[in-house]
């Protein structure tokens, strides 16, 4: 199986700050990197698609990036609705996730 | 707009069975897979299993473990897909979500419900 190490576990930030959030997979997966926002009651959202394609609809503050083993998602200012969970997931071969990331207000 | 809305979860004993159901609108549900997902309390997002699409015979695969206990079936006419959970166990106390899944973009998972909770014990 192919595991998903996603950091930090949690990250404090403040309305207008740059956030990187890392995920490192056990082995290569190419460009097969999914990200997810997931708000308590909400169904996740899908943000980003094959490692750096947005989803339509996604504001473009969002980002990811990465290939091979390493990937990164970043959104450059963060605003009032974006403190969430967000996962990391490859689906090179079924699907796993990362431990997610819960962003909150500093 | 894409929905996919689960239902049939709730408190249930050890050994018993439960049945869930995903129940799609928006999207021309014939085309597409769909995946059972779960997050046991306190861990991860799990797949489950998925079913696809008629086009490629409704082939089901199952995570080792529930394979044997759980079934996934759907029923096109109705745009819903099944969760059959037999033999329950307490580790099998989750958030079960039912998705969609695109395979002609490798599998990749678009839309999500936003889950039922299964909790099993006695």
Redesign the interface.
């Known amino acids: 199986d192919i595991q998903m190490t996603q950091s930090p576990s949690t990250l404090s930030a403040s309305v207008g700050d740059r956030v990187t959030i890392t995920c490192r997979a056990s082995q290569s997966i190419s460009l097969w990197l999914a990200w997810y926002q997931r708000k308590p009651g909400k169904a996740p959202k899908l943000l980003i698609y094959k490692a750096s394609i947005l989803e339509n609809g996604v504001p473009s503050r969002f980002s990811g990036s990465g290939s091979g083993t390493e990937f990164t998602l970043t959104i450059s200012s963060l605003q009032p609705d974006d403190f969430a969970t967000y996962y990391c997931q490859q689906y090179n071969s079924y699907w796993t996730f990362g431990q997610g990331t819960k962003v909150e207000i500093k | 707009e894409v929905h ?1 809305v689960e239902s049939g979860g709730g408190l249930i004993q050890p050994g018993r069975s439960l049945k869930l159901s995903c129940t799609a609108s928006g999207f021309t549900f014939v085309d597409y897979v769909i ?1 059972w ?1 779960r997050q046991a309390p306190g861990k ?4 489950v299993g998925f079913i696809r699409s008629k086009a490629y015979g409704e082939t089901r ?1 199952y ?1 080792a473990s529930v394979k044997g206990r759980f079934t996934i079936s759907r029923d096109d006419s109705k745009r819903i897909a099944y969760l059959q959970m037999n033999s329950l166990k307490t580790d099998d106390t989750a958030i079960y ?1 039912c998705s969609r899944g695109n395979e002609w ?11 039922t909770l299964v909790t099993v014990s006695s």
């Open positions: 996919l995946t997902f991860g997002l799990e797949w695969e995570a979500f973009l490798h599998f990749l998972i678009e839309y999500w419900g936003q889950g």
